[in-house]
């Protein structure tokens, strides 16, 4: 109970302690702690950045579906449509070549058949002369009956 | 030990007596084997037993933390590195609560003090007679296990503090600054010596406050240890009185070691606040 030297020794002693937990405990301890909260935040921040990153992927992702869906439905459409264009286009052209080729054969008919009768006609106007010249029994001068022939053959 | 210990007087002064060293009246230096030549030794002698304690105490738990300390790492903390964290953390927090200033040596220091001062009280609750049981079969005469139970460990830190609130006012107010502030305040220039009078009592009363509370606190637990103990040293034999002293001494050294528990830590906690709250005074313009 009496106050002696020892008060001095602890006062030391006191100081001592503090200048060592300032030096040598404090410091490190409470970088860890620090550094801890940072790795803790940071943690958080990328889990957090890491969210909103999978939200926007996933809503890109659907934009995208979204997108490719639409352009597929217009390609269908497109093909759809040029399809039926083709098929008018080929109908068209099929009809015209048809007609074409339905004239040319109508027009090759009507000249065999012009020319069958020019013929015939021809033949007709000979027959015809052989005919009259064997009704006669004489010769007829063609060049004098010519006037009565053509007229003949062109009756015919 | 001697033959006072076998009345209750004795036995009290036993316990309340530390092992000093110094100088013994026929002029050689050595242990006092007696209260009055301890007292005899004037200033300029050591108790041994507080300072060998403290001593250990404290260097016990700085090793605990510098362990810590030099592996910490912001990793997972195993157990010991989580404990000291939440420690530093606690304090820490308690001198953000109360320190406005910016001061990097306030930390360790209530850290210091808050774990210095708990282990030291700690110790009132190990069982009161084993340790000087030991260590008088060691022929060691006294030894007072709870250094805070003496005076001179609880002023020697209030000391430690005082200087820093003084050192701490004279830097950061300059020493005009403190001056006047012991001088000029409340009453004005013209009522200096009554100014003097109230802030110096003010100041003075920080350290001896401190070390009394804490000093007060453990003395007497230590004191109503030292009673509770006695009554199972009334011990005569086998009858109804004996067996119910010696029962109650069972009981009650439960209850107040519980209740001590609560004690010990809260005077640890105090020490530490109003150390705290006297250098955040200190740092500060007014008060």
């Known amino acids: 109970m009496n106050i002696n030297a020892t008060l001095l020794a602890q006062t030391i002693m006191f100081a001592l302690f503090v200048w060592f937990c300032m030096k040598f405990v404090w410091p490190p301890i409470m970088a860890a702690l620090e550094q801890r909260k940072k790795q803790i935040a940071d943690g958080l921040a990328d889990a957090e950045r890491a969210k909103h990153d999978l939200e926007l992927a996933a809503k890109r992702s659907a934009e995208i579906l979204r997108e490719a869906k639409e352009k597929a439905g217009e390609i269908i459409v497109n093909a759809e449509k040029r399809a039926s264009e083709i098929i008018e286009a080929d109908k068209a052209k099929a009809k015209i070549e048809g007609e074409r080729i339905l004239a040319g054969a109508k027009a090759e008919i009507d000249q065999e058949v012009f020319r069958a009768k020019e013929q015939l006609r021809t033949q007709v106007s000979a027959i015809a002369l052989a005919g009259a010249s064997k009704i006669l029994g004489r010769e007829i001068d063609a060049k004098a009956h010519n006037d009565l022939l053509d007229k003949l053959v062109a009756e015919i | ?287």
């Open chain 2, 1 to 287: 030990m001697s033959s006072e210990v076998h009345t209750s007087a004795g036995y009290i002064k036993h316990h309340l007596q530390n092992l000093t060293y110094g100088q013994l009246p026929d002029g050689t230096w050595g242990i006092a084997h007696s209260a009055e030549e301890a007292k005899a030794m004037g200033f300029w002698a050591l108790n041994l037993d507080t300072f060998i304690m403290s001593l250990l105490l404290g260097a016990a738990f700085m090793f605990m933390f510098r362990s810590v300390a030099k592996s910490a790492a912001s990793g997972i903390p195993g157990g010991m590195q989580n404990f000291c964290e939440w420690a530093l953390e606690f304090i820490d927090n308690s001198v953000r609560g109360s320190f406005s200033g910016k001061n990097n040596m306030v930390g360790p220091l209530a850290l210091t003090i808050f774990f210095w001062v708990l282990t030291m009280n700690l110790m009132d609750l190990l069982p009161i007679d084993y340790v000087p049981l030991l260590m008088s079969a060691l022929g060691v005469p006294f030894f007072k296990i709870v250094p805070s139970t003496d005076p001179n460990a609880t002023f020697g830190m209030a000391i430690g503090v005082f200087l820093l609130v003084l050192y701490y006012s004279v830097k950061m107010k300059g020493l005009g600054g403190f001056v006047g502030e012991l001088t000029l305040q409340p009453f004005g220039k013209w009522g200096m010596p009554v100014n003097l009078l109230l802030e110096g009592v003010n100041l003075i009363a920080k350290p001896i406050s401190l070390a009394l509370r804490l000093f007060g606190n453990m003395y007497a637990g230590e004191m109503i240890f030292i009673l509770i103990a006695l009554m199972g040293g009334a011990w005569a034999g086998l009858s109804v009185g004996s067996a119910t002293l010696y029962g109650s001494q069972i009981l009650l050294s439960l209850g107040w070691a519980i209740f001590h528990i609560l004690i010990v830590t809260l005077q640890a906690f105090i020490f530490m606040t109003l150390t705290v709250v006297y250098l955040d005074m200190a740092h500060q313009e007014h008060h």
